[in-house]
């Protein structure tokens, strides 16, 4: 099974429509997660850590749920420009050597 | 500007030869990271530096060497030994909070 691993897409969202993925992990002692960003053939940014207690930034939440070892993205009226890979990213523990593992990413696309 | 500087952008090598990625960053940051994504594929860790003088090999280190003589510099060598070279390198460099990326060099090997 691999450490992280998420839905490889696409998904052909309408502009202005809600779009939701998951990603789940293997190692139940990570402690951080994140969602980055990486459109075609540039570098991933980070988009928003993801908190346990779940989080928003304006069209975007972030929700963990470490019982069921998975976190998610939600993007909320959707933009033609938030069409892009979405990278899940999760921070092993400090015993597997404190460093970030990354999904393949999901692939979503806008469309007018 | 802070941030973190690859070069070059794009990059052909004949089978056979070893080849330096340059990465440099401004951002007075400790550690430092070169990863290899494939299409399609996720981030996987070449290697790492904590510190200056000190480095790690990640989970694809085989084929790879670095060095890490000052603080702002972390080049990559893609020695011949590597089987499978073309991909896009990635270097990083992290704070406590966020992991930074260059720009990425794309190495095609034939």
């Known amino acids: 099974r691999k450490e992280v691993e998420q839905d490889p897409g696409p998904f052909n969202v309408p502009e202005g429509a809600t779009v939701a993925f998951n990603c789940t992990y293997s190692?139940?002692?990570?402690?951080?997660f994140f969602w980055y960003r990486q459109d075609c053939r540039k570098e991933p940014k980070l988009l928003m850590s993801?908190?346990?207690s779940g989080n928003e930034d304006g069209r975007f939440t972030a929700q963990l749920n470490r019982a069921s070892q998975y976190i998610s993205l939600l993007i909320r009226d959707s933009k033609l420009s938030d069409s892009a890979t979405y990278l899940c990213?999760?921070?092993?523990?400090?015993?597997?050597?404190?460093?970030?593992?990354f999904g393949g990413g999901t692939r979503v696309l806008v469309k007018p | 500007d802070g941030g973190i500087t690859q070069s070059p952008k794009y990059l052909f090598r004949k089978e056979g030869q070893n080849v330096t990625l340059s990465c440099e960053q401004n951002?007075?940051?400790?550690?430092m990271y070169w990863y290899r994504q494939d299409p399609g594929q996720g981030l996987r860790l070449i290697y790492y530096?904590?510190?200056?003088?000190?480095?790690q090999k990640g989970d694809i280190a085989e084929g790879y060497s670095v060095s890490r003589e000052k603080k702002e510099s972390f080049p990559l060598t893609v020695t011949s030994a590597q089987k499978n070279p073309t991909a896009f390198y990635l270097c990083?460099?992290?704070?406590?909070?966020?992991?930074?990326f260059g720009p990425g060099t794309r190495l095609t090997v034939t």
């Open positions: 990083a460099s992290r704070s406590t909070s966020e992991q930074y």
């Open positions: 951002l007075n940051h400790d550690a």
């Open positions: 530096s904590q510190i200056v003088n000190d480095f």
């Open positions: 190692n139940s002692a990570s402690q951080s």
């Open positions: 993801v908190y346990s």
């Open positions: 990213v999760v921070n092993r523990p400090p015993a597997a050597g404190n460093k970030l593992t």
